[in-house]
């Protein structure tokens, strides 16, 4: 299983970005996907899911109304769209899947909400 996350970057205070995630060696359909953030000093926290089969979704209190996760399986992809960004959504994002007992994790990507 590989995640390699993308899309991160420099953004303004209510901006927008996209992030992604691309799977290799799993059916980003038939498990429950997830993106976490991180900041330094800090547990690793969750941030959004989208549950396997149907396209049940939860996110944190924190982006509930703000963030949107959504998943294209024909590109085995798993997006977070990111949009009214704050200072306190800068972090590392990662991407998460739990495959066979084992959690797998991307190598993040950068957010940095900043005038």
């Known amino acids: 299983v590989r995640l390699v996350e993308r899309g991160g970057g420099l953004v303004q205070p209510g901006g927008s970005l996209r992030l992604s995630c691309a799977a290799s060696?799993?059916?980003?359909?038939?498990?429950?996907m997830n993106w976490f953030r991180q900041t330094p000093g800090k547990e690793r926290e969750f941030v959004a899911v989208?549950?396997?089969?149907?396209?049940?979704?939860m996110y944190a209190d924190s982006v509930q109304g703000r963030f949107t996760i959504s998943r294209d399986y024909a590109r085995s992809t798993v997006y977070l769209q990111m949009n009214s960004l704050k200072p306190e959504d800068t972090a590392i994002y990662y991407c998460?899947?739990?495959?066979?007992?084992?959690?797998?994790w991307g190598q993040g990507t950068q957010v940095t909400v900043s005038s």
């Open positions: 060696g799993i059916a980003v359909n038939r498990f429950d």
């Open positions: 989208i549950r396997s089969g149907g396209s049940g979704t």
């Open positions: 998460n899947v739990i495959f066979r007992g084992n959690a797998y």
